[in-house]
């Protein structure tokens, strides 16, 4: 089946630990990006990437880093830098099309708690 | 950026229409909006998008006034599983097509 896959759903870890959150897609689509959700609050952009080793900063990039090595994968690491890490993290992909109507796809997200 | 107001929360009877406003008075022309919605815990949904004439799908229509100012969100019979936060979104291409998220309406479906 074509989609977005996040993994894992569910993400403990301890105060001062970088963790690194996986996302992949499978349907050829170039541009892909990370946003932030925080409880009862509407998402915010944290990075984003049009193309294969190029990624540009979102609305809340601190304590955040991203690659983009593939195409079909853009991982997110949250550094011990990110004050306050706890939230639904989402993935979401956009394929080509015309500049003004490329709709963007969502991956079903992971809870990340830090203890 | 374009900001959209929508109402916080709404309540709708099972298999009727639900109507879901949005507000988006400062829209640029070339600017679309965006309709997706998010089920508890998982990752929003896209429903569908317009840039001036009304647009219908298989899960909702879309219809948007003339002046650009405002659009509505209808999903034609409602169901028990459109209990959802309902997203209207003026879709920005200078970052990159980023999705402005606000707080959407929380729309609860009642048998």
């Known amino acids: 089946d074509g989609g977005i896959t996040q993994s894992p759903k569910y993400l403990f870890r301890k105060e001062g630990q970088n963790v690194t959150l996986s996302c992949e897609q499978n349907?050829?689509?170039?541009?892909m990006y990370w946003y932030r959700q925080d409880p009862g609050q509407g998402l915010r952009l944290i990075y984003y990437?049009?193309?294969?080793?190029?990624?540009q900063k979102g609305d809340i990039a601190e304590g955040y880093s991203v690659s983009r090595e593939k195409k079909e994968s853009f991982p997110l690491t949250v550094t011990s830098a990110q004050k306050n890490p706890t939230a639904f993290y989402l993935c979401?992909?956009?394929?080509?099309?015309?500049?003004?109507?490329?709709?963007?796809?969502f991956g079903p997200g992971t809870r990340l708690t830090v203890l | 950026d374009a900001k959209t107001t929508q109402p916080p929360s709404m309540d709708c009877a099972e298999g009727r229409a639900a109507n879901l406003p949005c507000n988006h008075s400062t829209i640029s022309g070339n600017e679309y909006v965006y309709w997706y919605r998010q089920i508890h815990s998982q990752g929003p949904q896209y429903i569908i998008h317009g840039l001036k004439n009304n647009e219908t799908n298989e899960m909702a229509s879309l219809i948007i006034t003339e002046d650009r100012k405002s659009s509505t969100l209808i999903l034609p019979h409602a169901t028990l599983r459109d209990t959802a936060v309902y997203y209207c979104?003026?879709?920005?291409?200078?970052?990159?097509?980023?999705?402005?998220f606000g707080q959407g309406t929380e729309l609860s479906v009642k048998p």
């Open positions: 990437s049009q193309i294969v080793n190029d990624f």
């Open positions: 979104i003026a879709l920005n291409y200078n970052q990159g097509g980023k999705l402005i």
């Open positions: 349907l050829n689509h170039d541009a």
């Open positions: 979401a992909s956009k394929g080509p099309g015309s500049r003004y109507t490329d709709t963007q796809y």
